[in-house]
């Protein structure tokens, strides 16, 4: 087998169109079985008071933009939260599993969406994604499979899981 | 009975301060789980050892304790501080893990409170038997420039153990592809980095780049990055970018830093590596800066 290292030069069009690079990854149904596979789940989203969010922002230092969590019980104990994050480039759908004892079991990236030129802080760009996360399948510039440059940080899925870690302790453990 | 339908898995996970996909494809659905899990638990573990920010990894006790007395490390840590060392020799410390204290100064480590000798390189990190490392000065590592590489090529060890026949792994843009289908890579437009400038095609090989378009920002009034040239101390503040293919992700990943700083000058050391190397200019405009004689087919074209 031989290797193989070739340029390809895209055409004008891709050059200049304001690409957006998206990928899905895992349907909620598909993220909750790699996180906690076999399990059962039931739903118990979580609508956040005033003095919840207040609190989660102060102990994780990070801002709570929705008042509603999505949550699932996992049977045998446990939690499943699907969590967005919002950073200059990127726009991103995640979820975590929390094991009975308050602790990260795992994080799995559901959607990742890039863009350039501010579309990521337009609700507007980002609310055609809302409701897709459960079933159907979502693909924008399906060309752009693999992208090497220079490392993104993951800065925003950090802060993300922190915010979840106090929503845990104040809106879940209890 | 066997089907011959194939399944394809892809996973993201958050690891190694960046965005880490895994992606295999087979028969049988279970394995294909199993191999994925053993690929992210190898990142999981280089990132235990290699993390500059964990307190606890071999990489933080050996900037606390290696100066004035040795430090036992993992034989990962050791295999991946072996190569370091080789390639700043080999590049006259262009590559240079010792200067991590210079990224603290600039805020892209976090600082520490202990007091660092400003004079410290990569030639007073000393590697003795039994996976004992010793500084000879004061100093603070990071092995941020070549760590990520090696957690793609055990990522790879891993599916491949597990039986996985092909795939990718990617960490952040280092990334390495196995098996017998190829895969295209675009690349990041230099100055627009959520445009492909290009593409690259790529078939059992790795490929890491570096450019500086998400990491520049202004210290004293100055532009900086923290893709700094070992010999002088100074950063890069081009728009460009620079990609490496090598038969390893370590290797490419140290390559891309050391082209960065050398330019044409580090064509002998692709050459001995039988890497490739691909400038991308601030305009998107692509050069190779070596090609290697090994692969005399699909050559470039910028039409």
């Known amino acids: ?174 | 009975m066997r089907s011959h339908s194939s399944i394809e898995i892809r996973r993201c996970r958050p690891l190694l301060g960046t965005f880490v996909e895994v992606e295999t494809s087979g028969a049988n659905a279970a394995r294909l789980e199993r191999a994925i899990g053993a690929a992210f638990a190898a990142i999981e573990k280089v990132q235990r050892l290699m993390s500059f920010h964990d307190p606890t990894s071999d990489v933080s006790r050996m900037n606390r304790e290696a100066f004035p007395r040795s430090v036992i490390v993992h034989p990962w840590t050791w295999k991946v501080l072996e190569a370091a060392q080789q390639f700043a020799r080999e590049s006259d410390g262009a590559f240079d893990v010792a200067i991590a204290r210079r990224l603290a100064d600039h805020g892209y480590l976090p600082r520490r409170d202990y007091r660092f000798d400003s004079a410290a390189t990569w030639q007073d990190i000393f590697l003795r038997k039994n996976y004992r490392v010793f500084f000879r000065r004061q100093l603070m590592i990071d092995l941020g420039g070549i760590a990520k590489g090696f957690a793609v090529d055990q990522a790879v060890a891993a599916l491949k153990g597990n039986g996985a026949k092909k795939g990718i792994v990617n960490a952040g843009g280092d990334l390495r592809v196995f098996g017998s289908t190829s895969q295209v890579i675009h690349l990041r437009h230099p100055s627009k980095p959520v445009q492909a400038a290009g593409a690259v095609r790529l078939r059992d090989r790795a490929m890491a780049t570096s450019g500086i378009y998400f990491a520049r920002r202004k210290y004293r009034r100055r532009s900086i990055s923290p893709m700094v040239d070992g010999r002088t101390g100074r950063s890069s503040r081009e728009l460009i970018s620079v990609s490496v293919a090598a038969s390893e992700c370590m290797t490419a990943d140290a390559l891309t830093k050391i082209i960065f700083a050398l330019r044409g000058k580090g064509a002998a050391l692709l050459a001995q590596y039988h890497a490739d190397a691909l400038l991308l200019e601030r305009d998107g405009e692509a050069s190779w800066i070596f090609r290697s004689p090994c692969d005399t087919r699909d050559r470039t074209r910028f039409d």
């Open chain 1, 1 to 174: 087998m031989k290797a193989e290292f070739a340029f390809i030069a895209l055409p004008v069009s891709a050059l200049i169109a304001p690409s957006a690079f998206a990928v899905r990854y895992l349907n909620v149904e598909q993220a909750q079985q790699a996180i906690f596979p076999g399990k059962s789940f039931t739903a118990a989203p979580v609508k956040l008071t005033g003095v919840q969010r207040k609190a989660i922002e102060q102990a994780s230092g990070v801002r709570v933009l929705h008042d509603e969590q999505q949550v699932w019980r996992v049977s045998g104990g446990g939690w499943f939260i699907v969590d967005e994050v919002v950073g200059k480039h990127e726009f991103i759908t995640y979820a975590a599993g929390i094991i009975a004892d308050g602790s990260v079991k795992q994080i799995e990236i559901m959607d990742y969406r890039e863009t350039y030129g501010g579309q990521i802080r337009e609700q507007k760009w980002r609310a055609q994604f809302v409701g897709k996360t459960s079933r159907s399948t979502l693909k924008l510039d399906s060309d752009v499979k693999n992208i090497s440059g220079a490392t993104l940080s993951c800065r925003h899925i950090t802060d993300g899981v922190k915010r979840l870690l106090a929503f845990y302790e104040i809106a879940l453990k209890h």
